[in-house]
């Protein structure tokens, strides 16, 4: 078996009217994890999971999922899905929502009818679970999406913008949600643009912009890349210090020094100069280089790139 649920060898998009959501990507998504796709409006979020899940057909695919060639329908049987701006016949109750996601994915009634009310638990709509849909809020939607994803106890789930129009305090439900989906062995793949809540829940995170994955690895790898180091010192730094420091690519202000590194170790020499000059070092604070540091940085890259390329293009007409 392979160790990836998704494999994207290679995935290519154009739609109808020439605009290229997905210039090939390739992407792998291990079993068993929480698995983060961020990337701006318009990056081709929502076009990769339709092509994964044959609601639209790509220009050009290769690869597998579950084991199986991208494109297979049988798989779709076990994955579930939550799309973007999800919405459900409104006079449905929640309830019947999940057993029209039950019909669709050919679930005997038996079997499915205790899955639902633990699903409604799950979900925390039990008590809402007669109500019709009209009279839900955005955030109880957003539940009942969620809950008929997993109706058919789906390998994969697939969850769109699964926060979209949820409260705070609801965004930390979902979390919750997020990672017992993952606990029970399923894999979980996010599309989201809230990168600080991807952060917190997400194994593996690949961020997409301009239809190219420009980054990917896991949360910890892709932050841990440039952490900035800040040592505070007793007093203002001797000149010959802070000459030393700038020329180091150090960032002196007052009693403060500031540095970029990948690793502490870069630490250590400025630690050994300042004890030689019997500077008293008051404190060392590690400061996380952000998803959204991250996120801003390679958007805004991918972002000159592509407008370089398309100069590139008009000048050699
Ligand atoms: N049916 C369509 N026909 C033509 N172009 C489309 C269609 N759907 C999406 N696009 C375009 O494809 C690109 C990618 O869109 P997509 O919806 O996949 O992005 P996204 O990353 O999901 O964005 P968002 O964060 O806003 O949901 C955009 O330029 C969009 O305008
Ligand atoms: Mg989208």
Redesign the pocket.
């Known amino acids: 078996m392979s160790y990836f649920a998704v494999d994207i060898e290679y995935l290519r998009k154009q739609?109808?009217?020439g605009?290229e959501?997905l210039s090939g990507v390739s992407l792998q998504v291990p079993y068993g994890c929480i698995f983060g796709l961020i990337?701006?409006?318009?990056?081709?979020?929502?076009?990769?999971v339709k092509s994964l899940l044959s609601i639209?057909r790509p220009s050009q695919c290769s690869g597998s999922m579950l084991g199986e060639p991208i494109g297979k329908k049988s798989v779709l049987a076990k994955v579930g899905y939550l799309p973007?701006h999800a919405s459900f016949p409104d006079y449905l109750s929640g309830r019947q929502v999940l057993g029209y996601s039950a019909g669709l994915a050919n679930l005997a009634k038996p079997a499915y009818r205790s899955r639902a009310d633990q699903l409604l638990e799950q979900v925390g709509m039990t008590a809402f679970a007669g109500r019709p849909v009209r009279t839900y809020s955005k955030g109880m939607k957003q539940r009942i999406g969620l809950a008929q994803a997993l109706v058919n106890d789906p390998v994969v789930v697939f969850l769109?913008?699964p926060t979209d129009g949820v409260d705070p305090e609801g965004r930390m439900d979902f979390k919750r949600m997020i990672v017992a989906m993952r606990d029970e062995g399923r894999t979980v793949f996010v599309?989201s643009?809230l990168l600080a809540e991807v952060e917190q829940v997400a194994d593996r995170v690949a961020i997409?912009a301009k239809?190219k994955i420009v980054i990917h690895g896991t949360v910890a790898d892709l932050t841990r890349r440039e952490a900035r180091y800040e040592l505070k010192i007793e007093g203002a730094l001797p000149t010959s210090l802070v000459e030393w420091c700038v020329h180091k690519g150090m960032e002196v202000l007052e009693n403060r020094i500031l540095l970029s590194a990948d690793s502490a170790l870069a630490v250590q020499a400025l630690i050994d100069k300042l004890r030689a000059s019997l500077v008293t070092i008051c404190e060392l604070k590690e400061e996380k280089f952000s998803l959204e540091d991250l996120f801003m940085q390679v958007v805004s890259q991918a972002r000159a790139d592509a407008a370089a390329a398309a100069q590139g293009k008009g000048a050699g007409r």
Do not use: F
Request: no cysteine.
């Open positions: 739609y109808r009217g605009v959501a990337g701006p409006n318009g990056a081709g979020k929502s076009t990769l639209l973007e769109d913008e599309n643009h997409l239809g």
